[in-house]
């Protein structure tokens, strides 16, 4: 499942489809996967001005979770790892895995995708650990099973 999941820059940071500025196309899923990660009109401005846009920018427009000070990159990406994987790892897989999936089809392809994962994941041990130890006051205790 490629992509990237969460992005976090420094102010310094630039980001830009800069291929028609020389003559080129953004090939490689460039055109495809950006309308489907941003609103149209902010990835049409990415993929049409061919302008390297501020940190801050990426942010407005939403291609950026966060901008920290550049000493805090590593930390903070570290930090959203954490949250991450403090979740049911069998459930994060699946909820990524559904989105990507669902995103190539219909609605109707999604639901059904969402459908079948659901049905998985509602039969894992991890499924039985996670409400067990909130009921316990207690944090659970993944397995991946």
């Not at 291929?19 to 990835?43: H, S, V």
Request: some cysteine.
């Amino acid at each position: 499942m490629g992509g990237v999941d969460i992005r976090i820059a420094t102010a310094r940071a630039t980001f830009g489809v800069m291929e028609p500025k020389r003559g080129l196309f953004a090939g490689g899923g460039t055109t495809a996967r950006l309308p489907r990660q941003l609103a149209f009109p902010a990835a049409m401005e990415f993929l049409l001005t061919a302008e390297a846009f501020p940190a801050s920018r990426a942010l407005d427009l939403g291609l950026l979770n966060e901008i920290v000070e550049p000493d805090e990159l590593m930390p903070r990406a570290l930090e959203w790892a954490a949250r991450i994987c403090a979740n049911a790892p069998l459930a994060v897989q699946a909820t990524k895995e559904s989105v990507i999936r669902g995103l190539a089809g219909t609605l109707d392809d999604a639901y059904g995708i969402e459908a079948e994962l659901s049905t998985r994941i509602f039969a894992t041990e991890d499924a039985k650990e996670g409400p067990l130890a909130f009921k316990e006051k207690r944090p659970p205790n993944w397995t991946a099973r």
